[in-house]
């Protein structure tokens, strides 16, 4: 490995991999309550709310850096406040790339831990309930464990499609060199420049085989903890 | 003593159910499917809001919608076995067994889990996750599971339904045995007869969403709302009666039931063992002078208290008061005219002791240690 690719190649792999875990630890405990909120909780605008979790699907990626860039940037309207006050800038960081990309693969995750909150059994809340199991211990003891093939394919899944995460992270954090050049805006950069190509090339491998090994680390995942639950 | 008043609405059905019942005892609720008994186990635990009424059990109100009540199910002590057992799939038996007990901490523990687990003939299974585990051996893990709760009553929904025969046969036992040593008050859902017989000190009758009657299942076993919900040919009397005298040799047993005594064919249940009978109407002739040369066991010298014509299973009942004890006959409206029978008739009961083989069952082995009993 260390023999087929150069500092390029691994700098923007470590980049990727450190974006995508921060951006999957980051919006993990968010997804899980959004499934809750959409599937279990009624409210008014819960349709529209349920419109918005899913429009960076349907967006385009750069669209959502640029409200990023808007809400966040260090003259947004977020990030100037967050900017004189503690100091904290997102926009052009590793901590932005982070959080772009949280929110390109968000709904991914939503919809994985949504389907399966939707095929927990309610009845099994009903007999923690009458084993003397309170609302949040019912949660964490039960429907939170049954839960976990959701939760752990979505959170595959999402760091998978994180490192791959392009028009949000340029646009909200740049490109640049070891800090916010990612795998694929590595990829980009190589093949915009002339002599690039070998480079683009192994780049892409690169991109191929790590994308496959995550969509298979989280089928196996999901199939082991689904025999551990017995189904 | 349990007392329940509730009503509910769900679209066109409508449950009413009033009614008390003792406790400690095992009160079956029985009806047909859709008459609503599942329906009330669930208000009684709190898992589904009545319109309006109240629950109370041994003076503890747990719902009272004039007062607002509402105590909700994980403070009722009230455990539940449902009728697919519900065991947590990520848990071991263990886990599940002791999901409740962890909970239950506060409360004064009256079970340990090597009891149940030893009076549920659980220990094998400790280990396995419910998945490995057949039909019967999840509804026992389920029934330790809510007893470790320690409760304060049982809610059992068919906890039988789910299962052949042969598993019924290895889960009713232990049924039994926490009948008879935990005296923990039961609320036993069914429509299967013979688990009403083998389980319940009392019985509410319910159907489409109304309580026809409510009593001890001896009393109720005469009564003719009953027959309205029973096939014809298992009406018949239930008698509660004490084993006094065993002959091996002839393979019958005396019973002493009130002041009389019944030969019964008895195998295997020993002196002084408390026994239940169900004489079926349709076994038992009826003679208006004593009869000789009959190999009829149980000749009965009564006076005919009733006479009523059965809509649902044909012919006549008759109601013979037995010197206490009231048995049933079925016979037809020709033989009633033959005999001209009518209230006031001296009459003997003729019941081959045969006729109870299948049709009997032990009560209470033992008496429970009145530690043992839920506060």
């Known amino acids: ?231 | 003593m349990l007392r329940i008043c509730l009503k509910k609405r769900r679209g066109e059905f409508t449950l009413a159910a009033d009614f008390c019942a003792p406790t400690p005892g095992v009160i079956a609720l029985f009806g047909r499917s859709g008459s609503g008994k599942s329906t009330l186990i669930d208000m009684i635990a709190g898992l589904l809001p009545p319109d309006e009424g109240e629950v109370q059990l041994a003076g503890t109100v747990l719902t009272d919608t004039r007062r607002g009540i509402a105590v909700p199910p994980e403070q009722r002590r009230i455990g539940y076995v449902f009728q697919d057992a519900r065991l947590f799939p990520h848990l071991s038996v263990v886990g599940n067994l002791r999901y409740g007990e962890k909970r239950a901490r506060d409360r004064p523990h009256y079970v340990r889990f090597e009891e149940v687990v030893q009076l549920l003939g659980l220990g094998t299974l400790l280990a396995r996750r419910p998945h490995e585990l057949s039909g019967g051996e999840r509804q026992r893990v389920a029934l330790g599971r809510a007893l470790l709760c320690q409760p304060q009553l049982l809610l059992l929904d068919e906890p039988l339904a789910s299962l052949d025969v042969a598993r019924r046969e290895e889960v009713l036992p232990y049924l039994e045995t926490l009948r008879d040593w935990l005296s923990v008050p039961m609320v036993y859902v069914s429509h299967q007869f013979e688990e009403v017989l083998r389980l319940a000190t009392s019985l509410v009758l319910l159907e489409r969403g109304a309580v026809l009657g409510a009593g001890p299942v001896g009393e109720m076993s005469l009564r003719p709302e009953l027959r309205s919900v029973l096939a014809p040919e298992l009406v018949g009397a239930v008698l509660d009666g004490l084993v006094t005298a065993v002959d091996a040799a002839s393979g019958t047993a005396e019973l002493s039931v009130g002041s009389g005594k019944l030969q019964v064919s008895l195998l295997g249940a020993p002196l002084g063992t408390r026994v239940r009978v169900q004489l079926l109407a349709r076994d038992i002739i009826l003679a208006t002078q004593p009869i000789q040369g009959l190999s009829v066991r149980n000749a009965l010298l009564g006076t005919v208290t009733e006479l009523s014509a059965d809509e649902c299973g044909g012919g006549v009942l008759v109601k013979v008061d037995v010197g206490g004890p009231l048995v049933l006959a079925r016979i037809t409206e020709g033989a009633r005219q033959a005999l001209r029978l009518a209230p006031g008739d001296a009459v003997w009961a003729l019941v081959k002791a045969v006729s109870t083989r299948g049709h009997a069952f032990r009560l209470f082995r033992s008496p429970a240690p009145p530690s043992r009993s839920p506060s």
Do not use: K
């Open chain 1, 1 to 231: 490995m260390m023999g087929l690719f150069g500092n390029a190649e691994l700098d923007a792999l470590r980049l990727s991999l450190a974006v995508a875990t921060r951006s999957v630890a980051f919006s993990l405990p968010l997804a899980v309550l959004t499934a809750w909120l959409l599937t279990r909780a009624r409210f008014p605008g819960r349709t529209l709310f349920d419109a918005f979790v899913h429009l960076p699907l349907v967006l385009p990626p750069v669209a959502v850096g640029y409200a990023l860039l808007l809400l966040l940037g260090t003259h947004g309207l977020l990030g100037g406040w967050l900017h004189t006050h503690f100091g904290i800038q997102l926009a052009f960081t590793t901590a932005g790339a982070a959080l772009a990309t949280a929110v390109m693969t968000f709904p991914l995750m939503v919809r994985a831990i949504r389907l399966s909150l939707e095929n927990v059994d309610r009845g099994l809340e009903a007999a923690a309930r009458t084993l003397g199991a309170r609302p949040l211990d019912r949660f964490l003891s039960i429907t939170l464990p049954l839960m976990l093939p959701g939760i752990l394919a979505g959170a595959v899944t999402a760091f998978a499609a994180g490192l791959g995460e392009f028009g949000a992270v340029i646009t909200f954090a740049a490109n640049i060199p070891g800090v916010t050049r990612t795998l694929p805006l590595a990829l980009y950069t190589a093949m915009q420049s002339p002599e690039g190509d070998a480079l683009a090339l192994r780049l892409a491998i690169l991109s191929f085989t790590l994308g496959l090994a995550g969509l298979l680390a989280a089928e196996l995942l999901v199939r082991r903890v689904r025999r551990l639950l017995g189904r």
